[in-house]
Structure formats: structure tokens, C-alpha cells
């Protein structure tokens, strides 16, 4: 299946910071999403990212299908960012293939 | 309903008990996944379903687990005589769109069941 990894794994950020997360995957996809775990476990959609470049708020994010890599930017880090940020693809028959996440902590 | 639920949201069995976890899509959406999630690692695809049809249960860990959906809205992930490896937080998700040729579509995840087995 397709693997799926993501760096770093642990990040952590003073408020106001910027940071940017990768995403790196093994074969085409058809497709890319990016999630926020929050500490309650809820995954939240943030992006559906196929390829270019997509800005919500403070997040944006880019996706280069043909290097098979996607990046995830926080600008202005809050401490509500705080969380997992997961990776996942879409391969064949539908299923998504996440990565291992992104541990990201916001101080104040 | 406005998202994805799931129920129950917590769940404790003792080992060799047989546990119901319960998915309600969002209304309309013809795909439902599972997923199981282990502490400290991303989800991991059990199953698919497009409407009542299971299409792919190749991710299911053992002939223990057993998923249905038979109305082609409401899901259930029934497992067996549960192991202590069973312990995991159960994912459902929901998209729009059919597979095929067509753009696969966003999914969308409930908040899960932590299924903690003793």
C-alpha cells in the first residue's frame, strides 16, 4: 500500500511562531486531505488538497502531486493549534492511508 | 444531523465479551469507513461500504470483527470475544461521492468510540 510520512513528528511552538509540516508519500494519489486531531480525538478537516495551493485563516496549504509531497503552513501560531496533524491520501479503492502525524504543541 | 456520530463514545469490556459500536453518517452520504486508531498512531482503514454493499473489508484484523450496514445509512462494527489488543479508539467516516472514475471526495469523521478492553 502506499506509506505515508510525515515530519517532524514532534514540533513544539511559541505563540506567534510559524512552522511548516511535510507530508511525503510513496505513489500517485488521487487525492490528499489534512486533518487536526484535537485533544478530544475529533478529526477536523482543514484541507482537501489534490494539488496547488489552498489558504483558510492562518493555514494554508500546497500539494506538488508529481514530487508527492504536501506541506502544511501555520502562520501566527495559537495555542488552540495545539494537537496531531494528520496526513492521508487517496489510493485505490477509496480507503485513506494516513501518516503517523505531527505532535504539535503551542506555548503561550 | 449536522456531522458524522457515533456511539457509544466510550466503552469498556471485559476480555471475551462481544461489543456494538454504532455509526450514523451524515444524511445522504453514499460511502462509510472504518477506521481504527491505536495510541500514538494515525488511523488505520478497516472497511468500506457504498450504500448497503461492503466493497472492501481486506483492513478488518480477523474474522472477529464483523461490520454491516444494512439500510445503507446506519453502520455497525461488531466485535467478537474481544482481545486486549482490540483497545483502540473506532473511526467512522462518511463522503459523498461513489468510487469509480469520479473524484474521490472529502471524508468526514465522527468522534469516535475508545473501546478499552480488560
Known amino acids: 500500500g502506499i506509506q505515508v510520512e510525515q515530519s517532524p513528528p514532534d514540533l513544539i511552538l511559541q505563540e506567534g511562531a510559524n512552522s511548516t509540516l511535510r507530508c511525503n508519500f510513496s505513489?500517485?494519489?488521487?487525492?490528499l486531505q489534512w486533518f487536526h486531531q484535537n485533544p478530544w480525538g475529533q478529526l477536523i478537516n482543514l484541507f482537501y488538497?489534490?494539488?496547488g495551493t489552498k489558504q483558510n485563516g492562518r493555514l494554508s496549504a500546497t500539494t506538488v502531486a508529481t514530487e508527492r509531497y504536501s506541506l502544511l503552513y501555520i502562520s501566527s501560531s495559537q495555542t488552540t493549534d495545539s494537537g496531531v496533524y494528520f496526513c492521508?491520501?487517496?489510493?485505490?479503492?477509496?480507503?485513506?492511508?494516513f501518516g503517523k502525524g505531527n505532535q504539535v504543541v503551542v506555548i503561550p | 444531523g449536522a456531522g458524522v456520530s457515533q456511539s457509544p463514545r466510550y466503552k469498556v469490556a471485559k476480555r471475551g465479551q462481544d461489543v456494538a459500536l454504532r455509526c450514523d453518517p451524515i444524511s445522504g452520504h453514499v460511502s462509510l469507513f472504518w477506521y481504527q486508531q491505536a495510541l500514538g498512531q494515525g488511523p488505520e482503514f478497516l472497511t468500506y461500504f457504498q450504500n448497503e454493499a461492503q466493497l472492501d473489508k481486506s483492513g478488518l484484523p480477523s474474522d472477529r470483527f464483523f461490520a454491516e450496514r444494512p439500510e445503507g445509512s446506519v453502520s455497525t462494527l461488531k466485535i467478537q470475544r474481544t482481545q486486549q489488543e482490540d483497545s483502540a479508539v473506532y473511526l467512522c467516516a462518511s463522503s459523498s461521492r461513489t468510487s469509480g472514475i469520479q473524484r474521490r471526495d472529502t471524508q468526514y469523521f465522527g468522534p469516535g468510540t475508545r473501546l478499552t478492553v480488560l
Open positions: 505513489d500517485s494519489v488521487n487525492n
Open positions: 492521508a491520501v487517496h489510493g485505490g479503492n477509496n480507503r485513506l492511508a
Open positions: 488538497i489534490p494539488s
